[in-house]
């Protein structure tokens, strides 16, 4: 393992990392926003979702630069309490990890089904393109509205994982189409080439063909995609949850605290969502900058 990453940090990715500066900074935001998100029980320093510990009158403290604020609360508390530090790592974990495994799945069937398309062709190909264009025509977060709203209706009692999968489910639901087209159009350049065509005249399985030999091409520019997407998703699930059909109440992810703050926003208890929402806007941001270097990494024309 560590020759592996010796030989990427040695690789021309890898001086094109350490040769951009901008690609160093979002690394090192990204990684500080995901450490204190994963390990945010031993992190933050109040747990702000155990009710015990809450105390209504230390409820809407300023910051600490602020008068009548309280030094252990750095960031300032919200209407029920609750440490907007702590809040922040606890609510970014949850958009964190919703994004990730939207990522996750709409890759897998985007690309199988870019795969399928691209390689077989005809029948096949026009079928699933059909319902791509089919699934571009709505847009993102409508459909995802519905998903979510249409599981909430159905399982209004349900628990947290449940709750979760059908919002992974609604952000993914669109979020495939743009990894099978992206692979569809590398694969019908690829199953042109020579190794394609040896492999076919020597006898291999077309669904060997495509796993062991078409698709470790294809994945540059997959993998610059879903770098990006990782942003959209998590900017999707707060847009989710401040319309209030995202993340649960009782585990509020990032949008659910700008939707809290926005009803105390006019009163003069800003902190309260301009906290979250910068929260938001630095983890999306060092994310799709991550996302540029990449595409400009892996583009053999801009080096």
């Known amino acids: 393992m560590a020759g592996f990453f010796s030989k990427l940090w040695d690789s021309d990715v890898g001086y094109s990392f350490r040769s951009s500066p901008v690609a160093v900074g979002a690394a090192i935001v990204a990684f500080i926003c995901v450490f204190c998100a994963v390990f945010a029980n031993v992190v933050a320093p109040h747990n702000p979702f155990d009710l015990a510990t809450l105390e209504l009158s230390d409820a809407r403290l300023p910051p600490f630069w602020l008068p009548e604020s309280n030094p252990k609360y750095l960031l300032g508390t919200d209407d029920q309490g609750r440490d907007i530090l702590s809040a922040l790592m606890f609510g970014a974990r949850i958009s964190l990890l ?128 879903a770098t990006i997407q990782v942003a959209t998703a998590i900017i999707t699930e707060a847009t989710l949850s401040f319309l209030g059909v995202g993340a649960p109440p009782t585990s509020p992810s990032l949008g ?38 990449l595409r400009d990494a892996l583009n053999p024309r801009l080096r």
């Open 256 to 293: 659910t605290l700008i939707r809290v703050g926005n009803d105390y926003l006019f009163s003069g208890e800003w902190w309260i969502t301009v906290f979250p929402g910068a929260m938001l806007v630095v983890i999306a941001l060092s994310v799709n900058l991550l996302g540029d270097w």
């Open 98 to 225: 919703v994004g990730l495994a939207s990522v996750m799945l709409s890759l897998a069937v985007g690309v199988g089904l870019g795969l399928m398309a691209g390689f077989f062709g005809g029948v096949v190909d026009a079928f699933i393109m059909r319902f791509c264009d089919v699934m571009l025509s709505f847009p993102a977060i409508l459909v995802a509205l519905l998903i979510a709203g249409v599981g909430r209706a159905i399982f209004p009692n349900a628990d947290e994982s449940l709750a979760f999968g059908v919002l992974v489910i609604s952000i993914s639901l669109t979020g495939w189409v743009q990894y099978a087209r992206t692979v569809r159009g590398s694969t019908m350049v690829e199953r042109g080439k020579e190794y394609v065509q040896a492999a076919r005249v020597t006898g291999v399985a077309p669904v060997r063909i495509m796993v062991k030999h078409v698709l470790p091409n294809v994945l540059g520019p997959v993998m610059v995609l």
